[in-house]
């Protein structure tokens, strides 16, 4: 019977727990899977072993709470700067700085103008360099923009899927160890008892 108890009753019984305080909804579930644990571990057993495993399997117990808030408070969430974020960063910086330089060119030539001093500016495609510079910054500004946005959202996904996988671990830690572990050891002393006492008959 021990044996049923295990990692997938640790899921059930708290892993919808939640802080701050658990909404209604939660706690009506969790007060559910306790329900189902505590039904399963004491089918047969007299009214008194059952009684103790519902009060080892109570999700409202102080300790149980006091020992899921250390649990999700020790539970490392902090995430690592992605590494193309450094090569992201560098492209924009240099988008932008081409962009200023672009500007600042083209200001310099109709300043020059307007003082009827006049620079050779080279044409690509017949077009003044100066657009080219501006054109090309500004477009791989957008891009690298809406790439690192894009890029973004992927590694949000994956560390709120990494974080869930540890504060699942965390939580069905206590569990095993607030829950299932003093549930099997009422199990195992009443097994224990019924055992001697079956031997003492025989004797």
């Known amino acids: 019977m021990s044996d049923r108890i295990g990692r997938t009753e640790a899921k059930r019984l708290l892993g919808r727990t939640?802080?701050?305080?658990?909404?209604?909804?939660?706690?009506a579930e969790v007060d559910l899977a306790?329900?189902?644990?505590?039904?399963?571990?004491?089918?047969?057993l007299p009214a008194a072993w059952a009684q103790r495993i519902?009060?080892?399997a109570d999700p409202r117990s102080a300790d149980l709470r006091d020992a899921l808030d250390q649990a999700v408070l020790g539970t490392d969430i902090s995430a690592r700067r992605p590494n193309w974020w450094a090569i992201?960063?560098?492209?924009?910086?240099?988008?932008?700085a081409v962009l200023v330089a672009a500007v600042v060119w083209l200001l310099a030539v109709a300043v020059l103008g307007l003082i009827n001093l006049s620079i050779d500016v080279p044409r690509w495609l017949g077009v003044p360099a100066p657009f080219w510079l501006a054109g090309g910054g500004a477009l791989v500004g957008m891009i690298t923009a809406v790439l690192s946005r894009w890029l973004a959202?992927?590694?949000?996904?994956?560390?709120?899927?990494?974080?869930?996988?540890?504060?699942?671990?965390?939580?069905?830690?206590?569990?095993?160890?607030e829950v299932l572990a003093p549930v099997r050891e009422v199990l195992d002393t009443h097994r224990t008892v019924r055992e001697n006492l079956a031997r003492a008959a025989s004797e």
């Open 18 to 27: 939640s802080l701050p305080e658990p909404t209604a909804a939660a706690k």
């Open 34 to 44: 306790a329900h189902h644990l505590v039904h399963e571990a004491s089918a047969g």
């Open 54 to 56: 519902a009060d080892e």
């Open 88 to 96: 992201v960063s560098a492209v924009q910086w240099a988008a932008f």
């Open 153 to 177: 959202g992927i590694g949000a996904r994956r560390r709120a899927a990494a974080t869930d996988r540890r504060l699942r671990a965390a939580i069905e830690q206590v569990a095993e160890q």
